[in-house]
């Protein structure tokens, strides 16, 4: 264990009064002078600002310190920035804690000031008491080969394994199938732009053919895969093509450095009898009557009768509060409604009725809608409660609806052919795939993302990426835009050859451990194996391997496992430091913090210093001092503003001309 | 006397991905929540150790509160089976040391979930000072 930490530099922030408007930062820095281990303890107005990280940087290398602690926003915003200084100043990033008194302090209790000064004493010495634990740790270097596995030759695979070989990375592109192009090239026309599917695929494919450090396996089923991010082995089972003779079944051992797992979506199969599907002639699904038109030039012809009127039965086999796809699969509204405006445009004769639960053709898709209802599609609003009812009368099929627009009103429709529109389901190989790249499925079996919003395109499996539907329903743009940003993703993590993998892992003391085995039950990723050291049987962490997640540490019973930055003595004095007993009284006048007319702060940071350069004893607006200074007028407003808050410069008359305020220095 | 001496004092543990930022965001919209509610933020909730909760209690806190990720954990579809075993255990190490189980509790928190974790730790706030009564 490494020693504790003892000269730790403690830095709160005012945030420019975003927190110092509500706790008293400064008096909680001078009270934190006096903690145990605390060499340097300062309230800055802004912690982030360049100035301060200067001087943060200056103190770590004069005052030797061992740790720092930045007490401002959430560890979202700014736990790389404070990293970053660490490093710039010859300190292991690891022994920096990010304290949160902002989003979790100074704004959520901004009604209790007092409180919530005392709260934020309590987070500051958690986190002091944390950092003293904390263990200077090194990144983990992996080398990396600059080959990339794409799996699956639908559109959004097609496209990225363009723009990787264009960045010059040989790939590696297999597809399941023995044609490539998955579902666009089965569509007749694509909205919004109104190409051929087919066309759309085939200039894909061509675009693939000339390049050289693109190998398109067709085919191709992944059999085994083995190793991790940099390095990761695929065995490749290549079938014979049944049009060449003589072919032989072939598997093949691919080498790469990540992983681009774009292997699309099932159209949703409905059950038979649903809505007479399967039982009844004249209903069809969506993707179906989508071959149909393709096969029908001149009329809609199904079973020897021509088509005049189609209804279309939407939501079918999504957004089930009962059933398991809950979710809508954002394709099907608009893709319907522009099935149905191309059909008017082709056939003339024909009306479409929509049997719809809610209409999302969103965005841009929304004038499709537009155009549909100018040329008289019909729109029937039905409730999940209480479905159509199909029913074959003879030649005739009627449906039974009753139309939540008309309060209710039953309806009975006759229709020539009925379309189930169907949306997207997970494959129905993705748990097989989730099995051999470990990548994590939800209940609905699409892949996982580490989160929707910062991490759409990342997996917990480092150097394995999602793009496309595989990850959840998408529309063509969607998938591409998806699958394009995982390709920046791959380009970002093997340009350089090597990479830096957190140090945020498991690790076994294997004094401690007696090998049960039930670390290696838990773990998704295969990252604990039994291995032997000093004669006994014991676990071993696969440090590329491991996710990071600290699932293995609580089943141990031998408590033998702890995650790196969240050890026993790292989260127990962090509790510790919440409860330690403040006096209210040494804090001072802690309400004041509000009040106070003028509040001391140790130093001005730079941008302050400046604009009281500009000032000089006179009087300047915002515009004049913004083009003295060279910054933008954005940038001095907000300082200036801040200044007039704490009382560093006042407002001087008006420029009556322009109508901008001058600001002086308060005397 | 302060809110935070009257108040119950909570331990909540978040997930860095997905509750915690919930939890900043109650904060970001200035939503208001009990001064006596403290965070500590970890990669998954299938990580938290027993001896952690144990150790809340020990120091004083009133109730332990385990905002999962559920069916969101990226790192797991079993989290929340993972973490519903280690808040089994942990209860059945509280009523060993005569600690009342219902003193823990857990919820599944998205990242949008601002005013569900302040319903939350309104009603656990009510729990625990019903049980002191």
Redesign the interface.
Same mark, same amino acid.
């Given at each position: 264990m490494e020693k504790k930490k003892q000269r730790i530099g403690l830095y709160i922030c005012h945030c420019g009064g975003n927190i110092s408007d509500y706790v008293n930062v400064e008096e909680i820095g001078k009270l934190m002078q006096k903690e145990d281990g605390v060499l340097i303890s300062k309230d800055v107005m802004f912690t982030c600002a360049d100035s301060n990280q200067k001087d943060m940087i200056q103190d770590i290398r004069e005052k030797n310190l061992d740790a720092i602690v930045v007490a401002s926003c959430?560890? *979202?915003l700014h736990l790389h920035t404070f990293q970053e200084v660490a490093k710039r100043a010859g300190l292991n990033p690891s022994n920096y804690v990010q304290v =949160?008194i902002? /989003?979790?302090?100074?704004? +959520? @209790?901004?009604?209790?000031p007092?409180?919530?000064t %005392?709260?934020a004493v #309590?987070?500051i010495q958690?986190g002091v008491k944390r950092v003293a634990y904390s263990e200077s740790l090194e990144n983990i270097e992996v080398e990396v080969k600059s080959t990339v596995l794409v799996v699956g030759a639908g559109i959004s695979g097609m496209r990225s394994s363009i723009e990787l070989a264009r960045l010059g990375y040989e790939v590696y592109l297999v597809e399941k199938e023995s044609v490539v192009g998955g579902h666009v090239a089965e569509l007749e026309q694509v909205f919004m732009s109104g190409q051929n599917g087919k066309k759309i695929i085939n200039d894909l494919y061509e675009q693939v053919k000339s390049y050289s450090n693109i190998t398109l396996f067709t085919n191709a089923v992944m059999e085994n895969v083995s190793g991790s991010i940099g390095n990761f082995s695929v065995d490749v089972r290549i079938k014979p093509r049944e049009e060449i003779s003589g072919q032989k079944e072939e598997t093949l051992t691919l080498h790469a450095g990540a992983v681009l797992v774009a292997t699309g979506f099932d159209p949703y199969q409905p059950k038979e009898g649903e809505y007479g599907y399967g039982t009844m002639p004249s209903v069809v699904t969506l993707p179906e009557f989508n071959e149909m038109i393709r096969n029908n030039p001149g009329k809609l012809v199904h079973n020897s009768r021509q088509i005049r009127k189609v209804s279309f039965i939407y939501c079918v086999g999504n957004r089930q509060n009962k059933g398991e796809n809950k979710y809508c699969s954002r394709h099907c509204c608009t893709s319907t409604i522009h099935t149905s405006i191309q059909i008017r445009e082709k056939y003339k004769d024909i009306t479409s009725f929509h049997l719809y639960r809610d209409i999302r053709t969103y965005g841009k898709q929304e004038v499709l809608f537009e155009k549909s209802s100018r040329q008289g599609d019909i729109y029937i609003r039905f409730d999940e409660k209480e479905p159509p009812q199909i029913e074959q009368q003879g030649k005739k099929t009627l449906i039974r609806v009753t139309d939540y627009l008309t309060e209710k009103r039953e309806l009975e429709l006759e229709a020539d052919l009925v379309v189930l529109v169907t949306g997207m389901e997970a494959r129905k190989d993705s748990t097989d795939i989730s099995a051999k790249f470990k990548i +994590?499925? #939800? =209940?609905d079996k699409f892949f =996982? /993302? $580490? @989160? +929707? *919003?910062?991490?759409p395109v990342e997996?917990?499996i480092k150097g394995v990426f999602i793009g496309g539907s595989c990850q959840g329903p998408k529309n063509i743009t969607e998938s591409v835009q998806s699958s394009l940003a995982a390709t920046a993703k791959i380009n970002a993590l093997l340009g350089s050859g090597k990479i830096q993998l957190a140090p945020?892992i498991a690790r076994v003391n294997q004094d401690a451990c007696t090998w049960c085995g039930k670390c290696a039950e838990?773990c998704?990723y295969d990252s604990l194996v039994k291995t032997t050291a000093a004669n006994r049987e014991v676990a071993l962490v696969n440090r590329a391997t491991c996710? #990071?997640? #600290?699932?293995c540490?609580?089943?141990c019973p031998e =408590?033998a496992i702890d995650?790196a930055q969240?050890t026993?003595s790292e989260? /127990?004095s %962090? $509790?510790?430091g919440? %409860?330690m007993e403040i006096d209210?009284g040494e804090i001072g006048k802690a309400e004041a913090a509000v009040e106070k007319e003028v509040l001391q702060m140790r130093e001005y940071p730079q941008m302050w210093k400046n604009i009281l350069s500009t000032l000089n004893g006179g009087k300047k607006t915002i515009p004049e001092m913004a083009e003295e200074l060279n910054e933008k007028k954005e940038l001095v407003t907000y300082h200036v503003m801040t200044m007039n808050r704490y009382g560093a410069v006042v407002p001087a008359g008006m420029d009556e001309d322009e109508e901008y305020y001058y600001y002086s220095i308060k005397n | 006397m302060s809110d935070t001496k009257s108040s119950p004092r909570i331990l909540v543990f978040s997930t860095d991905t997905i509750s915690d930022p919930g939890i900043d965001q109650a904060g970001q919209r200035k939503i208001h929540y009990s001064p006596s509610v403290y965070v500590i933020s970890l990669p998954c909730s299938s990580g938290i150790k027993p001896r952690w909760i144990m150790h809340a209690f020990e120091q004083g806190f009133d109730g332990v509160f385990i905002a999962a990720d559920g069916i969101e954990c990226s790192y797991n579809h079993k989290c929340a089976e993972y973490t519903n075993n280690i808040i089994v255990e942990t209860q059945q190490m509280m009523k060993d040391k005569n600690i009342n189980p219902k003193r823990i509790r857990m919820a599944a928190l998205c990242s949008v979930c601002a005013e569900p974790f302040v319903n939350h730790m309104e009603n656990f706030s009510r729990i625990l000072v019903e049980l002191e009564n």
């Amino acid at each position: 264990m490494e020693k504790k930490k003892q000269r730790i530099g403690l830095y709160i922030c005012h945030c420019g009064g975003n927190i110092s408007d509500y706790v008293n930062v400064e008096e909680i820095g001078k009270l934190m002078q006096k903690e145990d281990g605390v060499l340097i303890s300062k309230d800055v107005m802004f912690t982030c600002a360049d100035s301060n990280q200067k001087d943060m940087i200056q103190d770590i290398r004069e005052k030797n310190l061992d740790a720092i602690v930045v007490a401002s926003c959430s560890p *979202k915003l700014h736990l790389h920035t404070f990293q970053e200084v660490a490093k710039r100043a010859g300190l292991n990033p690891s022994n920096y804690v990010q304290v =949160n008194i902002r /989003e979790q302090c100074s704004w +959520p @209790h901004s009604d209790k000031p007092k409180d919530a000064t %005392m709260k934020a004493v #309590g987070l500051i010495q958690a986190g002091v008491k944390r950092v003293a634990y904390s263990e200077s740790l090194e990144n983990i270097e992996v080398e990396v080969k600059s080959t990339v596995l794409v799996v699956g030759a639908g559109i959004s695979g097609m496209r990225s394994s363009i723009e990787l070989a264009r960045l010059g990375y040989e790939v590696y592109l297999v597809e399941k199938e023995s044609v490539v192009g998955g579902h666009v090239a089965e569509l007749e026309q694509v909205f919004m732009s109104g190409q051929n599917g087919k066309k759309i695929i085939n200039d894909l494919y061509e675009q693939v053919k000339s390049y050289s450090n693109i190998t398109l396996f067709t085919n191709a089923v992944m059999e085994n895969v083995s190793g991790s991010i940099g390095n990761f082995s695929v065995d490749v089972r290549i079938k014979p093509r049944e049009e060449i003779s003589g072919q032989k079944e072939e598997t093949l051992t691919l080498h790469a450095g990540a992983v681009l797992v774009a292997t699309g979506f099932d159209p949703y199969q409905p059950k038979e009898g649903e809505y007479g599907y399967g039982t009844m002639p004249s209903v069809v699904t969506l993707p179906e009557f989508n071959e149909m038109i393709r096969n029908n030039p001149g009329k809609l012809v199904h079973n020897s009768r021509q088509i005049r009127k189609v209804s279309f039965i939407y939501c079918v086999g999504n957004r089930q509060n009962k059933g398991e796809n809950k979710y809508c699969s954002r394709h099907c509204c608009t893709s319907t409604i522009h099935t149905s405006i191309q059909i008017r445009e082709k056939y003339k004769d024909i009306t479409s009725f929509h049997l719809y639960r809610d209409i999302r053709t969103y965005g841009k898709q929304e004038v499709l809608f537009e155009k549909s209802s100018r040329q008289g599609d019909i729109y029937i609003r039905f409730d999940e409660k209480e479905p159509p009812q199909i029913e074959q009368q003879g030649k005739k099929t009627l449906i039974r609806v009753t139309d939540y627009l008309t309060e209710k009103r039953e309806l009975e429709l006759e229709a020539d052919l009925v379309v189930l529109v169907t949306g997207m389901e997970a494959r129905k190989d993705s748990t097989d795939i989730s099995a051999k790249f470990k990548i +994590p499925i #939800g =209940n609905d079996k699409f892949f =996982n /993302e $580490i @989160h +929707p *919003k910062l991490k759409p395109v990342e997996t917990v499996i480092k150097g394995v990426f999602i793009g496309g539907s595989c990850q959840g329903p998408k529309n063509i743009t969607e998938s591409v835009q998806s699958s394009l940003a995982a390709t920046a993703k791959i380009n970002a993590l093997l340009g350089s050859g090597k990479i830096q993998l957190a140090p945020i892992i498991a690790r076994v003391n294997q004094d401690a451990c007696t090998w049960c085995g039930k670390c290696a039950e838990v773990c998704d990723y295969d990252s604990l194996v039994k291995t032997t050291a000093a004669n006994r049987e014991v676990a071993l962490v696969n440090r590329a391997t491991c996710a #990071g997640c #600290g699932i293995c540490a609580p089943v141990c019973p031998e =408590n033998a496992i702890d995650l790196a930055q969240y050890t026993d003595s790292e989260i /127990e004095s %962090m $509790i510790d430091g919440f %409860m330690m007993e403040i006096d209210p009284g040494e804090i001072g006048k802690a309400e004041a913090a509000v009040e106070k007319e003028v509040l001391q702060m140790r130093e001005y940071p730079q941008m302050w210093k400046n604009i009281l350069s500009t000032l000089n004893g006179g009087k300047k607006t915002i515009p004049e001092m913004a083009e003295e200074l060279n910054e933008k007028k954005e940038l001095v407003t907000y300082h200036v503003m801040t200044m007039n808050r704490y009382g560093a410069v006042v407002p001087a008359g008006m420029d009556e001309d322009e109508e901008y305020y001058y600001y002086s220095i308060k005397n | 006397m302060s809110d935070t001496k009257s108040s119950p004092r909570i331990l909540v543990f978040s997930t860095d991905t997905i509750s915690d930022p919930g939890i900043d965001q109650a904060g970001q919209r200035k939503i208001h929540y009990s001064p006596s509610v403290y965070v500590i933020s970890l990669p998954c909730s299938s990580g938290i150790k027993p001896r952690w909760i144990m150790h809340a209690f020990e120091q004083g806190f009133d109730g332990v509160f385990i905002a999962a990720d559920g069916i969101e954990c990226s790192y797991n579809h079993k989290c929340a089976e993972y973490t519903n075993n280690i808040i089994v255990e942990t209860q059945q190490m509280m009523k060993d040391k005569n600690i009342n189980p219902k003193r823990i509790r857990m919820a599944a928190l998205c990242s949008v979930c601002a005013e569900p974790f302040v319903n939350h730790m309104e009603n656990f706030s009510r729990i625990l000072v019903e049980l002191e009564n």
